[in-house]
Each structure stands twice: as C-alpha cells, then as structure tokens.
C-alpha cells in the first residue's frame, strides 16, 4: 500500500510518516505545492494525505488535477481550518474525508483504513485479528467460528481498536469517535473503563487470543496473546 | 430629572421675576400718570373757580370742601406773594353709597393763591384719587393670572415641542439602549433636520463603527490565534502520541509523557471551544432545519448512558409536547448536548439528571453541589464552580452564545436542591 502525505509543516510530517511506516505502507511525502503537483501527476497512490495551505499553491489545485484523472476518491484532507466552505469544496471535488488538525493518530488510521477497503473491492468487509473477526456489513463479531453478541457501543469500539491492531488508542481519541465528543468536557473518561472491562470479560469466556493492554492510564492497545 | 422639566422650572422662575419686576414698574408708571391727570383737571378746575370768582362782586370766604370740592379764604398780601401752587396728596373723610359712615379716602389737593380787587385769597380744590391698596390689590391678581397663564401655556408648548422637536431623540435614544456591539445589524438613527442632532447623530456613528471595528478585529485575532495554534497542537499530539508507543520506555518516561499529552489534549479542547465560539459568533452556521428537540435529547440521553451509568446518575426525560425548532442541526447538538454533559459532570455519584421538554422550552435540572451558583457568572466565559475541574469553563458560554444567535433565552435557578438551566424558545 502506498501513501503520500503532502504537508508543509516538516515535524508533521514526518511524525505522521513514523507513524504510517508502523502500519507497514509505503510512504512518501511532499512538502509543497510544486513536488506534491509532481508527485501525483507520475505515480499512483492508494491514498493521499493532502494539507489545503501549501507554499507555493493551494492543495485544492493538487485535488482538482487528482478529479481530472479520476484519482480523487483517495484523498483524506488534512487542515487546520474548520471550515465548512473549504470542507464543502474538498467533498465535491471528490476527496474521501476531511480530516481538522489537530486529530489523533488511531482516527487518522482508522479513516486511512477506511478509504483503503474500499478500493479492495473484493466484497469482503470483515476486520480480523488473532480468533477475531468483526463482520462490518452484518455489524457482528465471532471469535474461534462462535458468534458474540456486542451492543453498538461495544461494536464501535471493537472496530476501532481492529483498525488500530498493536497501537494505542488513546481515551479521547475513542471518546471522540465512539461517543461523539466533541466538547470541551470531557474532564472524566474512566467510563471508558467499564466498557473495555465488558468487552475483556466477552474475550474471556469465548477464550480469544486477544486482549486489551493498559498504556499508561492514556488509553489501550490491542494485542494478541 | 426630564428635559422638559428642567426647562420648565428654570422658565417659571424666571418668568416670575420678570412679571414681578415688569409689575413694579408698571405699577408706578400708572400712578404717576395718573398723578398728572388729576394734576392737570386740578388746573383746570382752579381756572375755572378763579374765573367764576373775578364776576363776583365780593368773595365770601367758604372754608369747608362743600359740593364745589374746593374752599376759599382771605390771606394777608405777603404770605399770597410767596405762596406757589403746591400739589399734595392727603386723606380727606368721604362717605359713599355702601359706606355706613365717612371714612378716610386719599385725595388730591392743590393749594394756590389769587387777588380779587386787592384782596388776597388761598383757594384750595380736591379730587378725590384712585385708591393705592386698591390699585395694587388689581394690579397684583391680574398679574397673577398672567403667570399662570404663562406658566400653563409653557408647559402646553414645551409638550407640543418636545413630542415634535425632540421626538427624533428619544426614538434615538430608545434605539441605541437596544443597540448590541456585534449583535444588533442596524446602527441607530434618527430622520431629522436639526443640526445638533444630526451631529450626535453623526458622532455615535462614528464611535460606533470605530468600537466595531475594534470588536471585529478582536474577534479575528481569536479567530487567527486559535487557527495558528492547530497546526503546532497536532504535531505536540501526535509526536506524544509516537513517543508512548515507543519500545522499552520506563514507567516513569511513560507516565510523563502521559500527563504532558493529556494536558496537550487539554489544550486543544480549549482551542476547538474557543474557535466554535468564535464561528458562532461570525454565524459560520446558519444551516437551518427543521428539526425535533425530542429526537435530539433522545438521541444525546443515549449517548451519555454510558457516562451516566458510570457515575450511578438517572437521567430522566419527561415529554410533556412535540417541540421542533428551526436551527442549525450541529448548533442544535451542541447546545443540547453541553446543557446534559454539564448537568452530568457537574453531579455527585448517584445523583439524578431531569430533562422536561415543555411547549416551548427546555429545562435541564440536576443535583450537584448544595447551594446556587452564581447565576450571573455562570454563563461567562472561564467560569468554574469548582477549580479543580478539567472542563474547559467555555461548555456554558457557548450555549449562551448559540442561544444569542437564535434569540433563545437561557437562564440559571436553583430550586429544591436542584441545579436548573432553563432555555426558553419564545418563537416556538
């Protein structure tokens, strides 16, 4: 899998990059206008992280050249302004997801996860890990061939931490994504806590090969045993 | 004290004076005029008396004022030589109709002196004269009627002008009370044509449009500040975010790191809060639809169960009518949503969370800590009950702000040990 992030600020992009290489892509990388124009005019990706403010040009041109070659249903914009126009431009110029910095590593995952099962095209949509499987057409898990009955919270966050396999998942990230928070509030998240705990005691009694690994009171890992 | 009062107290103080002093004057004007004329039929009498007298043969001394008003008596030459005519005013007893018996009256008398064939003769006449008391006792009640008259048609004009002339200021003034910096899309003005206020008219706008620009800019350093910040908060994230997944860290690294990147996280909650206040107030959103506040409580009640539970709450919803409201759908969930998280947050282990949706309100009550917050702050900007707490104190500010935009009212009681927070649809 290849993927090129186009992203001015140099710290990011290669923090983002460390982190992409960890998921095994290959990754490459751009910094302004000119060498991201370059780039995706010769080679193919199966995604694109695109920064909207670029030196030199606007990433809505890099997008606007990916839709004239039909290569823009890849792209995951990354940028700093919330905005609802530039969002609205980005989704009708045919990008993928708009994604606002600042943003967690384990979304950034799970969105790139997203675009990319989508190209496979093989019908498949199942997420697998160790006894695991997470069927995200019929929404529902069997672990060893033997179903497990999840509620929805428990199905999301299963399927998050799957599409995060070995890497931390932090308390807010999962918050913001499973729970919708989105505001300033969120002064408590041990009730992350007893959902994990529930899910840990349904790996248990079906004897999965996974399990959940506390990362320092941030958040958890996915692992197998 | 009102303008027009003021005016009138001055006008009537002074109106008095001037009819006092206009009074005195007129006053002795009058009687020295009419000094003059009976000086001037006493003249003529003392004429006419001589005249009649020289025809005579002899004249027979008449030493009292009789029908004739005058008195004659002989006098030696050299006293009749020196003697002038002499004016002078004395009180003489008179008796008319209504008077039981003679009384003092003032009178005129002139004194003189003629020679009758080497005789000489005092002659003195009268007539009778205006009465002082009684002059001044007229003078002084028509003059009293004038100030009235004065004072009452002041107050008449001074109405008929302020209704009219002022009218453009008070309208003025009624709009610029209502005037909100930010909020309020008309500055105020007045149709007039009166220099001095189209001159404040002129001199508000000004400060006006100088404080909004001010306000403007402000609001656009929030703005750029916050967006500038995004791009070094995310690389701080992630790099932490790395950094703890790194192999072979000691607990004591890790746990370091931990707190840094929750503080981090802090950070950027904070700065999303203030750049959705500051969208709100720049009405970034103005999506409206139609939506079910039923649907939406319903919907964001679930998604805090899990909260909820944690914490041992009850979170109770009583529907009491449909309400659908006309906003932004994302507005909408915000405000809901920071409404139930701060009732939830803000509670105590196994407290109870009661939402009720009336005809044309919603109203958040919840347990917490005893006592009632103060209502006036709690709206603010920053505020916090409690110091220790993570929120970011901005979850309240933006339900006020989104309650601004669309004209709701949001407001803040404590009854029966019970936090309440009210929003109140009026066009629902």
Partial sequence: MKVLIIEDEAELRETLKGSLVKEDYIVETAGDFRSAMDKVSVYDYDCILLDIMLPGGSGLQVLDLLKQEGKSDNVIIISAKDSLDDKLRGLELGADDYLTKPFHIAELNARIKAVLRRKQRDGKNTLAMGNLLLDLNDRNLSIAGEPVALNRKEFDILNYFLLNKNRLVSKSALAEHVWGDNTDQADNLDFIYSQIKNLRKKFLTKQANVDFEAVYGIGYKLVEK | ?428
């Fill in chain 2, 1 to 428: 004290m009102k303008l027009a009062n003021q005016t009138l107290k001055y006008l009537s103080v002074s109106v008095l004076v001037v009819i006092a002093l206009w009074s005195t004057i007129f006053y002795l004007f009058m009687l020295e005029a009419i000094h003059d004329n009976i000086d001037e039929e006493l003249e003529n009498q003392k004429r006419l008396i001589i005249q009649e007298l020289a025809s005579e043969a002899i004249v027979s001394p008449d030493l009292e004022f009789g029908i004739n008003n005058y008195k004659v008596r002989e006098i030696p030459e050299q006293q009749a030589i020196k003697m002038q005519n002499v004016y002078k005013d004395t009180m003489l007893y008179k008796q008319d109709d209504d008077d039981p018996e003679p009384e003092l009256e003032p009178v005129r008398m002139l004194t003189t002196a003629f020679e009758h064939k080497g005789h000489y003769y005092e002659l003195s006449i009268i007539n009778s004269m205006i009465e002082e008391s009684d002059l001044i006792k007229n003078l002084f009640y028509s003059v009293l009627i004038l100030f009235v008259l004065l004072v009452v048609s002041i107050v008449l004009i001074n109405k008929v002008v302020i209704e009219r002339l002022w009218s453009p200021l008070y309208y003025f003034l009624d709009q610029l009370t209502k005037f909100r910096l930010g909020k309020s899309d008309d500055k105020p003005s007045m149709d007039t044509n009166i220099v001095e206020f189209k001159d404040l008219q002129l001199a508000v706008t000004t400060l006006i449009r100088h404080n909004e620009e001010i306000y403007e800019q402000q609001k656009q350093f929030i703005g750029n500040a916050s967006h500038e910040l995004q791009t070094p908060l995310a690389i701080m994230i992630n790099k932490l975010e790395m950094m703890v997944e790194t192999e072979g860290l000691q607990s004591e690294q890790a746990n370091a790191i931990a707190e840094v990147l929750n503080t981090a996280e802090r950070l950027v909650r904070l700065n999303k809060s203030l750049l959705l206040l500051t969208k709100i107030e720049n009405r970034q959103f103005l999506n409206n639809e139609d939506l079910s506040l039923n649907t939406l409580v319903t919907n964001i009640v679930e998604e805090l169960e899990d909260m909820a539970t944690f914490k041992n709450i009850t979170i109770q919803v009583q529907q009491q009518l449909e309400l659908n409201l006309s906003l932004d759908s994302s507005l909408a969930n915000i405000m809901v949503s920071n409404l139930i998280r701060n009732a939830l947050f803000h509670n105590i282990e196994g407290g109870e969370v009661d939402i009720t949706i009336t005809e044309n309100a919603l109203l958040v009550a919840n347990t917490g800590v005893e006592g009632p917050l103060d209502a006036e702050q709690v709206f603010s900007r920053f505020y916090k009950s409690d110091a220790s707490s993570k929120g970011t104190g901005l979850g309240l500010a933006i339900v006020q702000a989104i309650c601004h935009l669309y004209g709701f009212e949001v407001s803040y009681h404590y009854d029966q040990s019970k936090h309440i927070f009210k929003l109140n649809f009026p066009s629902a």
